[in-house]
Structure formats: structure tokens, C-alpha cells
């Protein structure tokens, strides 16, 4: 499994701008030759938006937050600012690849695009399998993009806009059948809402009533609502999302743990040893071994 070298930060990769729409919203289609940006691909690394693959066919294995994907004919593959990706090895792949930013999805009149479940992505899912007539609908809205994308002028912005809100929805609707789950109640909103502020601030703020401040609610109430949503305390939310960064860092990086621990906003080094033992049962060097050992 591919690491950074003891020097090397994970980068953080962002759209260039590439004419009038390109810094916020990108289209690339994928003929079965290699850009030479994909080679930024095999080591570990995040992007800061939202990108969609589709595959017609070819590809290799990659991997999402220490998931790993073997890519699929007709598969639509999907992930959000932040997430920890690497590719094994290039491979011809042809498809389509579309990238765009929170400041695209912010320009939007629409405001409740970004809370669609593809972008929103409760149940953590990664691959969305195509139907027939998925596959046709899916490679009609992709040219029809790609046509806006080829063609500068005063009204690119809006029909970009008005082809992307269409294929999200229909690509919402197909996660909501493939990863189900119930319309949101008002609780369930709010606990939304206190994930993504966790997914925001995680590294600053480790305790409930720093996040029920950020809401404009009590702590208790907070605690209340989370807990009877999900089945978890609060603090359970806030620790988990730690520990999953911790272990990105630690399976991706040759960062020490105290330098693991800092980032995190932990004061002590020995006490985050404690605290990731507690939620995962191995020490932060027994995890890292034991992973190198199963991905070499």
C-alpha cells in the first residue's frame, strides 16, 4: 500500500481554473489514455470537492478511507471534500469524471441541492450501480454537460446548473434505493446538522456543548436528540470522527503519533495513546503495524 515519505504532507488537490467555469466546475472525459495529473493519484491524498466518476469500463482498484473499490462496468463512483483516496496503479479507464466545489453548489438558487443524499451521503456509501436505463439516462445528462462545459457564454453558468441539479437528484434517487433509509424527521436534521459541524471542527473542538453552542441549543438537548437518533451518546460521534481521522493518518502517513496527536488538537501525545486504545483496542503503533502488515 502506497505511504508519503517522512517529508511529505497529504496534499490537498483543487480545481485549476480552466475557463470560465473551471475553478468551481470541471468535465473530463476518460478515452483510455493517462492524463499526467493522475500520476498525483497513487500516493495517499484529499480533494477539497465533490467528484463523480462514472465508468463505462476499464479502471483499477482504489481506495476511500481504507475502503478499497474495484471498479465496475457501468458504476457511478462518488465522493465528498475531505475523504482520504489513493489509486493502486493507472490503468486505461473510460468513462466520465465530473468535479465540482461547495462554492458551485453555494452559487446555486436552488439552496437545498447540497442537501441532496448523494452529496450528503448518510449511509457512507462510495458506488452506485447502473440499470439499462440508468446507464442511458446517466450518459444523456453527461453530454449534455459536457456540451455546456465545451461552450463559454453568458448562460454556461445556468445550464451547468440546471443539467447538474437534474443528474443529482436522479443519482439521489438511486442512493436512496441502493442505501435505504426514511425521510429525515426535524431530529434527525438536527442530527445531521451536528455531524457535519463535527466534520468541521473535529480537530478544535472535542466536547458536546462546544457543538450545541454552534447549533444555538442546549447541550442536554443536543445530547438528548443524538442520542435517541442514532442509538449513541453525543461524545460517541465526536470520538468516533477522531479516531477515523487518526486512522487515516496512521495507515496513509509515516507521521509520528505525537505529531498524529497534535493535529488532532490532543495537548498529550500519551493521553491520545489511551484514548485511541480505549476506542479501538490496539495502540496507535499496533494499528499501524497490523495494517502494514495486511497491505504492504
Same mark, same amino acid.
Given at each position: 500500500?502506497?505511504?508519503?515519505?517522512?517529508?511529505?504532507?497529504?496534499?490537498?488537490?483543487?480545481?485549476?481554473?480552466?475557463?470560465?467555469? @473551471?475553478?468551481?466546475?470541471?468535465?473530463?472525459?476518460?478515452?483510455?489514455?493517462?492524463?499526467?495529473? %493522475?500520476?498525483?493519484?497513487?500516493?495517499?491524498?484529499?480533494?477539497?470537492?465533490?467528484?463523480?466518476?462514472?465508468?463505462?469500463?476499464?479502471?483499477?482498484?482504489?481506495?476511500?478511507?481504507?475502503?478499497?473499490?474495484?471498479?465496475?462496468?457501468?458504476?457511478?463512483?462518488?465522493?465528498?471534500?475531505?475523504?482520504?483516496?489513493?489509486?493502486?496503479?493507472?490503468?486505461?479507464?473510460? @468513462?466520465?469524471?465530473?468535479?465540482?466545489?461547495?462554492?458551485?453548489?453555494?452559487?446555486?438558487?436552488?439552496?437545498?441541492?447540497?442537501?441532496?443524499?448523494?452529496?450528503?451521503?448518510?449511509?457512507?456509501?462510495?458506488?452506485?450501480?447502473?440499470?439499462?436505463?440508468?446507464?442511458?439516462?446517466? &450518459?444523456?445528462?453527461?453530454? %449534455?454537460?459536457?456540451? $455546456?462545459?465545451?461552450?463559454? @457564454? $453568458?448562460?454556461?453558468?445556468?445550464?451547468?446548473?440546471?443539467?447538474?441539479?437534474?443528474?443529482?437528484?436522479?443519482?439521489?434517487?438511486?442512493?436512496?434505493?441502493?442505501?435505504?433509509?426514511?425521510?429525515?424527521?426535524?431530529?434527525?436534521?438536527?442530527?445531521?446538522?451536528?455531524?457535519?459541524?463535527? &466534520?468541521?471542527?473535529?480537530? $478544535?473542538?472535542?466536547?458536546?456543548?462546544?457543538?450545541?453552542?454552534?447549533?444555538?441549543?442546549?447541550?442536554?438537548?443536543?445530547? $438528548?436528540?443524538?442520542?435517541?437518533?442514532?442509538?449513541?451518546?453525543?461524545?460517541?460521534?465526536?470520538?468516533?470522527?477522531?479516531?477515523?481521522?487518526?486512522? %487515516?493518518?496512521?495507515?496513509?502517513?509515516?507521521?509520528?503519533?505525537?505529531?498524529?496527536?497534535?493535529?488532532?488538537?490532543?495537548?498529550?501525545?500519551?493521553?491520545?495513546?489511551?484514548?485511541?486504545?480505549?476506542?479501538?483496542?490496539?495502540?496507535?503503533?499496533?494499528?499501524?503495524?497490523?495494517?502494514?502488515?495486511?497491505?504492504?
Amino acid at each position: 500500500m502506497p505511504t508519503l515519505l517522512l517529508d511529505q504532507q497529504i496534499p490537498i488537490y483543487s480545481l485549476e481554473s480552466q475557463g470560465a467555469a @473551471g475553478a468551481f466546475f470541471q468535465l473530463n472525459r476518460a478515452d483510455g489514455r493517462q492524463p499526467a495529473f %493522475r500520476q498525483n493519484m497513487l500516493q495517499p491524498h484529499r480533494k477539497d470537492y465533490y467528484h463523480l466518476v462514472y465508468v463505462q469500463r476499464g479502471g483499477s482498484r482504489h481506495w476511500v478511507d481504507m475502503t478499497p473499490y474495484e471498479l465496475k462496468e457501468n458504476a457511478l463512483y462518488f465522493s465528498a471534500p475531505g475523504q482520504l483516496q489513493l489509486k493502486e496503479k493507472l490503468q486505461p479507464m473510460w @468513462g466520465v469524471s465530473l468535479a465540482f466545489t461547495r462554492e458551485f453548489l453555494a452559487r446555486q438558487p436552488n439552496a437545498a441541492l447540497a442537501q441532496l443524499p448523494l452529496l450528503l451521503n448518510p449511509q457512507n456509501g462510495h458506488e452506485l450501480l447502473l440499470a439499462p436505463a440508468d446507464v442511458a439516462f446517466v &450518459e444523456d445528462l453527461l453530454a %449534455r454537460l459536457e456540451a $455546456e462545459y465545451q461552450r463559454p @457564454g $453568458e448562460w454556461q453558468q445556468a445550464m451547468l446548473s440546471a443539467h447538474l441539479t437534474v443528474l443529482l437528484t436522479y443519482l439521489s434517487r438511486l442512493y436512496t434505493e441502493q442505501f435505504p433509509g426514511d425521510e429525515p424527521s426535524a431530529d434527525q436534521l438536527l442530527l445531521r446538522k451536528y455531524r457535519t459541524r463535527i &466534520e468541521e471542527h473535529f480537530r $478544535e473542538r472535542h466536547e458536546v456543548g462546544a457543538y450545541a453552542a454552534l447549533l444555538h441549543i442546549s447541550a442536554g438537548h443536543l445530547s $438528548e436528540v443524538v442520542k435517541a437518533q442514532s442509538g449513541k451518546p453525543a461524545i460517541a460521534h465526536i470520538q468516533e470522527r477522531l479516531v477515523l481521522e487518526a486512522r %487515516r493518518l496512521l495507515f496513509h502517513t509515516p507521521q509520528s503519533v505525537k505529531e498524529i496527536a497534535y493535529d488532532l488538537g490532543f495537548a498529550d501525545a500519551s493521553y491520545f495513546s489511551r484514548f485511541f486504545k480505549r476506542e479501538t483496542g490496539l495502540t496507535p503503533a499496533e494499528y499501524r503495524a497490523s495494517n502494514r502488515e495486511m497491505y504492504p
